[in-house]
Structure formats: C-alpha cells, structure tokens
C-alpha cells in the first residue's frame, strides 16, 4: 500500500490523480498546511523539502519519494503506465514534464503568491509573473492545436502535472482567452474520472480551515 501526504493544493492533486488513473491501493494522511504540519522533524524525514506531496510505498521497503515531478515518474515506472518505453515518446513526455516542473508551477504558484497573498500589492511583481504565465499557456496553445494530449496522441503523467495547474489559472489571474486548443485540452483531460476524483482528495476544506491556511500562508509570506 502506499500512503501519500497530501493538501488540496494543485501539486498534491497531481499524485491523487496519478493514484486514480493508475488503480493503485493508497492511503491519504492530509497535512495541514495551515498548521504547519510539512514543517514538523516527523515529516521532514519522508520529506527533507517540508512541502507536499510526498509518498511512502510499503510495498517497497518503506521507500520515501518526494518532488511531485519524481513522484510521477516513480508511479508511472512502477506501474508501465502513462509513460511510454519507447525513447523518443518517452523524452517528449519528459520534456513536457519538466516543464510543468520548472515553469508553469513556479510561474503560477509565484502569481499566486503576488495575486492573491503578499502583504503588499506589487504591481510589477504581479504583472511579471501572470504575463510569464499566460506566455506558458501559448506554448501549450501551439502544441496543443495539433495534439490531442500534450505530448502526442497519448495521455500521460505530463497531462496529469500541467492540467493540475492550467486548470487554476483564474485563481492566479491569468486569463485564457483566445486560447483553444488549451481550453479544449482542459475540457478533455477534466472530465476523466480519475481527475475529478483526484482533485477530491483530500477532500476540500471548510471556510474556516480555507481561511485560516490563507491566513498561514500570508505569515508564512510577510
Ligand atoms: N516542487 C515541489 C513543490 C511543492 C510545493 O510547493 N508544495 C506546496 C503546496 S502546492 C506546499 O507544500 N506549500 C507549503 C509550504 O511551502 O510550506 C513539488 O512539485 O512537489
């Protein structure tokens, strides 16, 4: 069995999902980040990084993984599903992974951290970030008028890791307008069951909880 730390946040998503689409036996043990809990020296040891998600599989000698891009991969090794073999269509779903890893999450979580957070409205900062953002989605946008899934014809982890993301934009204020290869993407991938169940776990929070792990995240901030 493998338990998975997790938050309703876009990165805990990607694992859930990964899990569904995959059919693997998991247990959920939600942080809260409100409380800080990714913090605590017990979960420092699964993950040195103090962020979710982050895995231990049982059935592999109580192997810890964390990085959510690492993650995918280990799953989707695990398994032989949602990454190719075949070294060309197994490099584009890298490459597009990594993307989502080094560009669309940071982009997106440092809007949201402007747009949404900072004690202090900076409107370069703002701008900066959204504008970086919305130039990720026309990437997307140009390979994704003629593919069906983001790396071929075939869906995978770097579908699972970007529509975690892409899915937020009004969150983070970025706008999608015009963009409709990316929308009809969007509409396809969120409509599978694993990711509408994914994006269930763990479940959503109450106001209150919501409020109050802003509120962290705002101190966390200042
Ligand atoms: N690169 C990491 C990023 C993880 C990350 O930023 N997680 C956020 C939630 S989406 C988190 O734990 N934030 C709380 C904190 O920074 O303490 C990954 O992809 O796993």
Redesign the pocket.
Known sequence: MIELYT?A????W?VSIALEELGLPYSVRP?S?GK?E??EEWFLKI?P??????IVDHDNGDFAV??????LIYLAEKTGKLLPTEAKARSRVMQWLMFQ?GGV??MM?QANVFFRYAPEKIPYAIDRYQRESRRLFEVMERQLKDSRYIAGEEYSIADIALHSWVAGHEWSGVSIDGLTGLRRWLDLVGARSAVIKGRSVPPPLSPEERAKTVES?KK?LA
């Open positions: 938050a946040t876009p990165n805990g990607k942080i980040l800080l990714q913090k993950n990084n103090g962020r979710i998600p982050a964390f990085e959510s891009g690492a993650i890893m999450g940071p979580g995240a966390m």
